[in-house]
């Protein structure tokens, strides 16, 4: 029998490795954009957990929301990607770095 | 005699106007040679593009040595006071692009400075005791405070009355000019004529003279005071009248003679005898201001020409600067009959009689003098009139009116000012409102009837013959025998060198007292200043609070995942916070 605690820590695990890939990422810009998707999922996990556990249904109208949400931010990032690309031929994140000092 | 006061914390403050009869004979003196220098100036300097200011300069400066004689109280005697040596120091420096009057100028501002700081601590030592800075008040309650004393250290106290006239007399030895403050007169000859006569020789100098006069009754009650003023004046009056013997310059030899008279003054004042310096005083301010612009006319003549050795034989160029200048010449010396012998012999006479300590000192001093001055006096004026006539003077003419003018009219009291007024001024008592002095008997010792008798009475004592034999020995030097000086002066070189330096006063002033306030300031400026305040306190902090963000700059690495990492950290931090929180582990 899968229990709360069994999703709760699937959760965890994929938040966690959502957050080891943007911070250990050396490489590639669209690899911090999955491993963003990647936290969006984990939190969803959660809402579907807890939905099925309390028998609530609002978790899972809001799992929905943030698909649209993640959707979205998804397309809005590819956009920004191609013409960051455009602009630097480069999607590298070792150089994009004009925050620097 | 017109009062305006207000009341400041607790003590009063007040200004006003003291004429009596000490402030009137001043401002005789004052107005009179200030008129001849005004007139004597419309010629000496029309060509000179500083025509207008230098008329604005003298006017000022009569109006600050009239507010400095008409005070009563110390606080405009010390506006008067610092007034004069402004305006003097804007006139030594009048022709500013010069680099000796500039140096000239810096030198009397700084000296002045001396015996001024001496002058104010005296006017404050005066405010703690009276509690007023009133002439009428302090010298109606000196003899209260005549057992007052002032500690100096735990071993070492002195009557605050001796203290104040101390002081008091420091500021007059630094605008008298007396010895080892007396080194900026010489320089200041590097004014234009007209302000040496009006201001370094006939007014401003002597206005130490006129304040110990003023101070008398102070003076009078601290007789250890007196002697410090009597060594003084004498040294002055014998030390700076063997300097004149030297010196080529037309205008230094009358500044050195300046100085040595106004040391005469000074011992009067010491011996008690303030009519009498107030007298010399008088006289001096006439035939001095006559033998200064007389000079000047010389200069003029000359086209600007200093040296006395280029001059020579110009009595028959100069007929009326030549009779002037042998009037106030043997006024200067003290010949029988002219104003300077009244003068001279009364202040000597007044010197013999005195029973203060040194005064035998200050006797023979003054006697020497005599002689001195008729040396250098008469040296100057066969060097400059007599002998033969150089070749580029041959075209030497008479200069305008407006400078014979003046030379006339002081001509005139030079000659004459002596017979009228040494009965009142000196044996009578004309300035008994004003001055504290003992009567006339016990100062002089002699009983004054007419200046004929006075004249004759004279005649028995030294002072004349020692004038006489002056001009002779110097007639001698200068007119017959001619080598003789330089012969002189080659035998006794070693004292012909300290007599060229000045007894090295300058020598010594420069190489200890101006390296050490340099080196002084320097080091305060590069370790004070630049050290501490530029380097330290002001760059310093801006500096380190530079170095300080360029550290911190470091952590804006500018990676995204730099960002992100502290992000999570951030916000592991703040649950953790939270959750211990909930469990009451930290506050």
Not at chain 2, 220 to 232: G, H, P
Not at chain 2, 272 to 289: E, I, N, R
Request: charged fraction near 10%.
């Amino acid at each position: 029998m899968l229990t709360l605690q069994s999703y709760l820590s699937l959760a965890a695990i994929i938040f966690a490795i959502g957050i080891i890939g943007i911070v250990i990422n050396r490489k590639n810009i669209i690899i911090v954009m999955m491993c963003t998707e990647l936290l969006l999922i984990s939190v969803n996990f959660n809402f579907i957990a807890f939905s099925y556990f309390n028998q609530d249904i609002a978790g899972q109208i809001f799992v929905f929301f943030i698909l649209t949400v993640a959707a979205a931010e998804a397309a809005i990032g590819l956009a920004i990607l191609v013409a960051l690309y455009r602009n630097k031929k480069s999607i590298d994140v070792q150089e994009l770095r004009t925050l620097r000092n | 005699m017109y009062t305006l006061g207000y009341q400041l914390v607790l003590k009063t403050l007040s200004i006003g106007l003291l004429v009596d009869n000490l402030t009137v004979s001043m401002m005789i003196v004052v107005n009179f040679v200030s008129l001849m220098v005004h007139i004597y100036t419309i010629g000496y300097m029309h060509k000179d593009p500083g025509y207008h200011r230098f008329f604005c300069y003298i006017s000022l400066f009569t109006f600050a040595m009239l507010s400095l004689v008409m005070s009563n109280n110390f606080l405009q005697l010390f506006f008067g006071w610092e007034a004069v040596g402004v305006m003097s120091y804007l006139l030594i420096g009048f022709w500013y692009t010069k680099e000796s009057a500039i140096k000239a100028n810096f030198k009397a501002f700084i000296i002045n400075r001396i015996g001024d700081m001496f002058l104010i601590l005296g006017i404050a030592l005066l405010f703690s005791i009276f509690g007023t800075l009133d002439y009428e008040y302090i010298f109606n309650n000196a003899e209260s405070i005549t057992s007052n004393t002032v500690v100096l250290s735990s071993s070492f106290e002195i009557s605050s009355l001796t203290l104040a006239c101390l002081l008091l007399f420091g500021g007059a030895m630094g605008k008298s000019a007396q010895m080892p403050l007396h080194v900026w007169l010489p320089d200041s000859m590097e004014g234009p004529t007209p302000i040496s006569a009006l201001i370094h020789a006939a007014t401003m100098v002597t206005a130490g003279v006129f304040m110990l006069a003023r101070m008398s009754p102070l003076f009078e009650l601290s007789t250890s005071a007196l002697s410090f003023v009597l060594i003084i004046g004498s040294i002055t009056a014998i030390s700076t009248g063997l300097l004149g013997l030297v010196q080529y310059d037309i205008k230094r030899v009358i500044a050195y003679s300046t100085l040595s008279q106004l040391g005469y003054m000074v011992v009067a004042a010491g011996v008690s005898a303030y009519s009498a310096s107030l007298f010399h005083l008088m006289t001096h301010a006439f035939f001095k201001a006559l033998l200064f612009l007389a000079a000047g006319s010389v200069i003029v003549a000359l086209h600007h020409e200093q040296d006395i050795r280029k001059m020579g034989g110009l009595r028959s160029k100069l007929p009326i600067t030549y009779i002037t200048s042998l009037i106030g010449s043997l006024a200067l010396i003290g010949f029988p009959g002219f104003s300077g012998f009244f003068s001279k012999d009364a202040l000597i006479e007044a010197v013999s009689h005195s029973s203060v300590y040194a005064s035998d000192f200050a006797y023979y001093c003054v006697l020497i003098g005599v002689l001195i001055t008729s040396l250098y006096t008469f040296r100057l004026f066969f060097l400059v009139f007599h002998g033969p006539l150089k070749d580029e003077n041959i075209n030497v003419k008479e200069p305008q009116l407006s400078i014979l003018i003046p030379l006339i009219l002081l001509a005139i009291p030079s000659m004459f000012i002596g017979w009228p007024t040494i009965g009142p001024l000196v044996f009578d008592d004309f300035f008994a409102n004003s001055i504290i002095q003992p009567s006339s008997n016990d100062i002089f010792g002699y009983q004054f009837t007419d200046s004929y008798h006075f004249l004759t009475h004279s005649l028995s004592g030294p002072v004349v013959y020692i004038a006489i034999f002056g001009i002779l020995v110097s007639y001698l030097l200068y007119v017959i025998k001619k080598d003789i000086p330089e012969k002189l002066s080659q035998t006794f070189n070693p004292f012909y060198k300290v007599l060229i330096n000045k007894y090295y006063f300058d020598h010594l002033y420069e190489n200890i007292f101006a390296r050490l306030f340099n080196n002084l300031s320097n080091s305060l400026w590069n370790n004070g200043d630049i050290k501490i305040i530029d380097n330290f306190i002001v760059n310093g902090t801006a500096h380190r609070v530079g170095r300080f963000s360029s550290r911190v700059r470091e952590l804006q690495s500018g990676y995204i995942y730099h960002y992100a990492l502290m992000m999570v950290l951030g916000l592991a931090l703040f649950l953790a916070w939270v959750v211990f929180k909930s469990l009451g582990l930290v506050i």
